[in-house]
């Protein structure tokens, strides 16, 4: 995201987010895998409605993007974003036992 941010060329950026996109759809079937196989054939189903429901809060980044880019630069609000994503996956990790022993 931070190369995003800082291209200033158009197929070097389409590039990046083409990458960038791969990576999501990768990353949201890796989760979902581990989130189905964790879960026990009881909460299975609870715990996929849970993450489906975080997932919805997606417009809620994009307006804190917004927010951001109009606060500061578009490369600024791109790191800061970028930034908070890791702190949040950090956080996560980190207060999760089971994460921690993956």
Known sequence: MVGFAFS????????????????AA?????VTALVQTMASDETRGRVMSVLRMA????????????????AFTNEIALILGAGMAFGAVALAIGLSRSARGL
Request: glycine share 14%.
């Open 26 to 30: 990768l990353s949201e079937n890796l």
């Open 8 to 23: 200033r060329s158009y197929p070097l950026s389409i590039g990046i987010l083409f990458f960038m996109g791969k990576a």
């Open 55 to 70: 997932d919805s809060l997606n417009p809620v980044g994009m307006i804190l993007g917004g927010l951001l880019t109009a």
